[in-house]
């Protein structure tokens, strides 16, 4: 494979007008080769504000989730591609999983890259996955996988089925409002443009009655609850199992067991799972 070397990031406008513009295929193709973006500087000023729409301390050391935002004007450049007959419109995010391997300062300069890989058959479409890797001097500091589910996308063999994670109704530890111009907020914060989540006319068009929060936000938010209870080095694997509104009102509860956070952001009442979320140390930190 050809690694196609980028000196500065996308440009979200174009690159989403691209993604977004439906295949007219209906067999699901995606770009062999990975992108990189080589000597990237992290915005501190972004990165404050970053953390304060999603609930962060403001440290050094940035939160793995941020880094997913680092990787995502990739995810949408090669969703964008000639060569990818899958587009953002109709893709939904369905989980993601990531693995910190070291704190990483917001000084670091970082290499980023992405690969659009496992193209397999669903019920409802196409499922794939965009491969992350942020790598400093060389070293792997942080990877993640995100899984989209391609609806009407046709991809040969026997489908297979997205894992469904177990759940309980649970009491909340905690309830949050979500206001709504919150979807503004982290557009501005993670750049990503996509109008279902500030405007209530695309959200409409989509199915939903008004917008809807970014899968990532919500992600992110669970993860600066358990700010102060975390290694230094951990893997965090999310299932988003329903998208939840703006302005709205979600219930958080987390347990420890066997060394393993579990996580869930609900409705107001418990009863129902908005995201699903593990978080377990990696092997380096039980070092």
């Known amino acids: 494979m050809a690694v ?10 174009s690159a989403f007008a691209r993604a977004m513009v439906p295949a007219r295929a209906r067999g699901a193709r995606l770009p062999e080769d990975p992108v990189r973006l080589e000597g990237y500087r992290q915005d501190a ?18 939160p793995p989730t941020w880094l997913h935002v680092l990787t ?41 890259e992405v690969t659009a890989r496992g193209l397999r058959p669903h019920q409802r479409g196409a ?3 965009l491969v992350g890797e942020i790598r400093v001097a060389g070293e792997t500091v942080w990877e993640g996988v995100s899984t989209y589910l391609a609806s009407g996308m046709e991809v040969p063999g026997d489908p297979v089925e997205l894992p469904r994670e ?12 979500l206001p709504a111009g919150l979807g503004r907020d ?9 109008p279902i989540h500030t405007s209530r006319l695309a959200a409409r068009a989509f199915g939903f009655p008004r917008p809807i929060i970014h899968g990532m936000w919500t992600h992110a938010r669970a993860l600066a609850a358990l ?24 219930g958080f509860h987390a347990a420890l067991e066997d060394g393993v956070h579990g996580v869930a952001v609900t409705s107001r009442d418990g009863a129902k799972p908005h ?5 377990s140390a990696t092997e380096r930190a039980r070092a």
Do not use: Q
Not at 45 to 61: H, K, N, Q, S
Not at 88 to 95: D, P, T
């Open 4 to 13: 196609e070397v980028l000196t500065e990031a996308p440009g979200m406008g």
């Open 45 to 62: 000023a972004r990165l404050a504000d970053y953390a304060r729409v999603c609930g962060f301390p403001l440290r050094d050391t940035v």
């Open 72 to 112: 995502f004007p990739l995810h949408v450049h090669l969703l964008g591609d000639r060569r990818s007959s899958v587009r953002l419109v109709g893709a939904v995010h369905v989980s993601n999983s990531m693995t910190l391997h070291r704190p990483v300062s917001v000084r670091e300069e970082l290499a980023i």
């Open 127 to 129: 499922l794939l996955d």
């Open 166 to 177: 177990p759940f309980a109704a649970v009491v909340p530890h905690a309830r949050w409002r």
């Open 186 to 194: 982290y557009r501005r914060v993670s750049g990503d443009p996509n």
């Open 227 to 250: 700010d102060g209870r975390l290694p230094e080095s951990y893997r965090t694997d999310v299932a988003f199992t329903k998208p939840v509104l703006l302005p709205g009102s979600v």
């Open 275 to 279: 995201l699903l979320m593990s978080v």
